[in-house]
Nanobody
Framework: QVQLVESGGGVVRAGGSLRLSCAASFRFFVNYAMGWFRQTPGKERELVAAINWSGDNTYYKDSLKDRFIISRWNAESTVYLQIDNLQPEDTAVYYC????????????????WGQGTQVTVVS
C-alpha cells in the first residue's frame, strides 16, 4: 500500500518559516518524482515545487523561487518543503504527490497523493 503523509503545517506569523515533510511508505520511492501542491477553498490545486527521482532537477513556481526549497532524502523516503518568509497568501492546504521519474506540472500526471497539511499565515 502506497501512503504519503504530510506534516509540519500550522499557524505562523508572517515572516516566519516552516518545514513541511512528506513521509512515504512506498516500495519504489527512489524511482519517483515528488511534487508539492497547495489549494485554498474554491481554488484549483496548484503546483508550487517538484523534484525529480534523482534529486538533480527541480521546479518552482516562478513567484516562489526565492522562498521555497524542495529537497528529498531517499534514505528515509522523505520529501521536504522549506518555506521561508511566509506571507498570508501562502495560506493553503499543502499536498505532496508522486509521479514516476521526472516531475510534471499537471495534477493528472501524479499517481499518488497525501491528505495534506494546513498552513495558515497571519499578519
Amino acid at each position: 500500500q502506497v501512503q504519503l503523509v504530510e506534516s509540519g503545517g500550522g499557524v505562523v506569523r508572517a515572516g516566519g518559516s516552516l518545514r513541511l515533510s512528506c513521509a512515504a511508505s512506498f516500495r519504489f520511492f527512489v524511482n519517483y518524482a515528488m511534487g508539492w501542491f497547495r489549494q485554498t477553498p474554491g481554488k484549483e490545486r496548484e503546483l508550487v515545487a517538484a523534484i525529480n527521482w534523482s534529486g538533480d532537477n527541480t521546479y518552482y513556481k516562478d513567484s516562489l523561487k526565492d522562498r521555497f526549497i524542495i529537497s528529498r532524502w531517499n534514505a528515509e523516503s522523505t520529501v521536504y518543503l522549506q518555506i521561508d518568509n511566509l506571507q498570508p497568501e501562502d495560506t493553503a492546504v499543502y499536498y505532496c504527490a508522486a509521479k514516476l521519474y521526472n516531475w510534471g506540472t499537471a495534477i493528472k500526471e501524479y499517481e499518488y497523493w497525501g491528505q495534506g497539511t494546513q498552513v495558515t499565515v497571519v499578519s
